[in-house]
């Protein structure tokens, strides 16, 4: 058991050093920095991950009674497509080829943006910086960086010599000798070494952006990495705790956030103390990605008759730092359960109010027996140090279920306890109607000898299909159909699903 009134000491994974640690505040406000969305076409279900990993973040610092100021960037400019240093922007890129203004894409990707985090339960941050707004500052930094001998000059911008940054690449943990040889890196003529990145973009010749500023080195744009470091510590201070962003982030865009912003400070102190990064979401083995054409959306789960808070018990389902495969069987699974949960929660509406361990425990000690619910403080206690070990979401949904089946609990207990659960999970149990959330047919409805017999069908079917029999395959489609089986082809074989 942990403390009786601090509860466990919260643990957090730091990637830098890839090791688990105690997590204490270095002030008397957490600074969480969440790296946020490029605004240059529809988030997919994938680029939620990181957001609502950040959230859980946040809500567990909250249990554990720590005030957080929390800032969640929105890039709408610097972004270079392929995250290169040179080339075409994304959003203008993406306003070429949808016929509007760069300013149209960001609104409407920003509110896109905005919409699904909102649909997904997550706190609003306190601050949502748009890159554009913090161009002269960039331009201040990068000047800076010059000044102190950083950087060097070449006609595609101004870039950052990475050789004079001693701890280059330590959160990545790259061998230096085989730096980034990965296929990312892309030629650049005159570039020092290949890890150098640019400060600021230079206009080619004969070019010109849409957008653009004028700066010490000429009409062109920030890069991308720079308005992570500018914004975060215009918000947060130069140093702060806790940077959180995926584990694709790791390797070079907080590598190079580190290493411009800790030779800007030049005070020998690491930059940010925690670095928290969250595994992919994998849909058919393969990472989804905006710029590969774009994946399914939350819009589109809705279409389909599921609740985002169904999507968000599916990623909670899951540990932050495991993949996690995107199928429809877990989709399912996960309307199934929410759909229950809510369902037994129901009666035990209004919950208290038990954000904080502190409080929670507090209405245990004060029930009106006197004795305190010793089945409910166990369950409490599960909760806390599932959340103290960094953020095991899996344990705090399987403490709740537990809690919700168990006859020796009191139902007062048992309210704290699920509010409790619910202020870490953000599953709105206080308030969904189990009535919105739809009963669907789902796979585990079908007995398995009908699997068997719809799986026999399309290994006929792709059999038919391997031998060109096109006419035997369009049967087996339909009589498939008449099933309410939807068959998808995909590079990794036929999927099948219930409509
Ligand atoms: P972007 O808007 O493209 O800059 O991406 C926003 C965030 O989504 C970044 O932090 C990425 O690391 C993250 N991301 C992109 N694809 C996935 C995925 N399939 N699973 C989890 N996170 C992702
Ligand atoms: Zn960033």
Excluded at 70 to 91: F, M, Q, W
Excluded at 292 to 317: I, T, V, W
Excluded at 390 to 410: C, F, G, M, N
């Amino acid at each position: 058991m942990g403390d009786v009134t601090t509860g466990h000491q919260l643990r957090l994974y730091n990637s830098l050093g890839r090791r688990m640690a105690d997590f204490t505040p270095s002030a008397d406000v957490v600074g969480l920095y969440s790296c946020g969305p490029t605004v240059y076409s529809f988030p997919h279900l994938g680029n939620m991950r990181p957001y609502v990993f950040a959230d859980t973040l946040r809500r567990a610092l909250r249990w554990k009674g720590l005030p957080v100021r929390h800032v969640t960037n929105i890039t709408d400019v610097g972004h270079a497509v392929a995250d290169s240093d040179t080339g075409e922007d994304k959003l203008e890129v993406a306003a070429l080829r949808e016929r509007r203004s760069v300013e149209e894409i960001a609104v409407l990707y920003t509110k896109a943006f905005f919409d699904d985090i909102a649909a997904l339960n997550v706190l609003p941050a306190d601050e949502y910086p748009r890159a554009s707004a913090f161009v002269p500052q960039m331009i201040e930094f990068a000047a800076r960086l010059e000044e102190r001998g950083y950087t060097y000059l070449l006609p595609s911008g101004l870039y950052f010599d990475t050789s004079r940054s001693p701890g280059y690449g330590a959160l990545a943990m790259m061998d230096v000798a085989g730096q980034r040889e990965a296929a990312r890196v892309e030629y650049v003529e005159g570039r020092r070494n290949k890890t150098d990145f640019a400060l600021w973009r230079a206009e080619e010749p004969g070019v010109r952006r849409v957008m653009r500023w004028d700066s010490p080195w000429g009409w062109g744009a920030p890069g991308w990495h720079l308005e992570c470091s500018v914004m975060s510590m215009a918000l947060l201070g130069e140093h702060f705790d806790i940077h959180t962003g995926g584990v694709d982030h790791r390797e070079l865009h907080h590598v190079n956030e580190i290493a411009q912003s800790e030779a800007y400070l030049g005070d020998g102190e690491p930059w940010v103390r925690f670095w928290l990064h969250n595994e992919f979401l994998l849909m058919n083995a393969a990472k989804i990605a905006k710029s590969a054409g774009g994946g399914p959306r939350l819009a589109d789960l809705a279409d389909a008759g599921y609740h985002p808070m169904a999507y968000r018990l599916f990623l909670l389902g899951g540990h932050y730092r495991s993949q996690l495969d995107f199928t429809t069987q877990a989709v399912d699974a996960a309307q199934a359960t929410l759909r229950r949960l809510v369902t037994r929660v129901e009666p035990l509406r209004p919950l208290p109010e038990a954000g904080t361990f502190e409080a929670a425990r507090a209405l245990l000690a004060d029930d009106e027996a006197g004795d305190r619910d010793k089945a409910a403080m166990a369950y409490l206690d599960q909760i806390d140090a599932a959340i103290c070990a960094d953020l095991a979401t899996p344990k705090i949904l399987a403490a709740v279920q537990e809690a919700l089946r168990d006859p020796d609990i009191s139902s007062e207990g048992l309210r704290v306890v699920v509010a409790a659960a619910d202020a870490l999970l953000g599953l709105r149990l206080a308030d969904l109607d189990p009535r919105a959330i739809d009963r669907r047919r789902s796979l585990s409805d079908l007995d398995p000898a009908q699997v068997a017999a719809i799986e026999r069908l399309i290994a006929e079917r792709t059999n038919a299909r391997e031998e060109r029999d096109w006419y035997r395959a369009d049967e087996i489609r339909a009589e498939l159909d008449k099933l309410g089986v939807q068959v998808t082809d995909t590079p990794a074989g036929p999927a099948w699903e219930l409509r």
